[in-house]
């Protein structure tokens, strides 16, 4: 029987941001585009209004070690933004995940509703064999652009998603400022890097992606951690908000290769007479 793995991902902040190219200056234009997107990332996460949504999570787990490289169609190196991951195995992780996401006060509350179509009472978010994620919601854009974090952006290139012109950064948090990586088997923490890309749409100047990989040592159990997360308009009481609408988490271990595909659906607003139940015995809140 395989003993819980956890990998858990905190960001840990560091001196200052530096706006670096690797090889080469960025141009104007690219370090305004920049600064330009600097201000809304670092209020994503106050600027949210309390809302629920519907969280659905298609997870597989594969032998097969030849993971692709691509997100959603769009090229970039593997990769992922904040938040914090579990890796549980082997168990049952073929399996559809339905839960009701409530964001209130800048905190995330899951609330697992159904297993591959059926009620699923007493279960919690973090308690999954396979791969679980957390935090997709701004922490991930916030903390990339928080001056503490000594992140270096380099130009990348210019790219076209969905009839949308992109701008393209590559960016790289050093150890010292990057995320702590656990593993429970062991014991074992790490202060690990990361690098990654950022999509920022040319027209709008929002960020519409996030990819990112975490640097592990080649002798840590946790052989492999990333996160893509897509962004999109989404109305919430009359007011137009950039929100996740789709994520790929993926880990590997030393046997098993972990996916999980995220749909973020039916955002609405979460009323100021809702109350939420932390706990297996929550019930809906009030709309």
Known sequence: M??????????VIGVQTVFAAVGSELTPEQARVLEAVRPSALQYSQNLPNFICTQVTHRTAT?????????????????GSGGAGSLRGPGNVNDVIEERLTYFDQFEHY???AVNGKNANGKEHMQFAGAISAGEFGSGLRN??????????SWDKTARLGGRSLY???FEVPSQNGTIVMDRDTDQKIFAAYNGRLFVDRETQQVVRITSEIELPIDFPIKMATIAVDYKPVEIAGTSYSLPSHSEIRMKDSSRLYVNQIEFRNYHRFAVESTIHYGSDASQPKQ
Do not use: C, M, Y
């Open 2 to 11: 395989k003993i819980l793995k956890i990998l858990a991902v905190l960001l």
């Open 63 to 79: 032998a097969d070690t030849n993971f692709g490289t691509s997100f959603n169609g769009a090229s970039s190196s593997r990769g």
């Open 111 to 113: 609330e697992v509703v």
């Open 144 to 153: 990339l652009f928080d001056p503490r974090s000594h992140a270096t952006f």
């Open 168 to 170: 393209v950064f590559k």
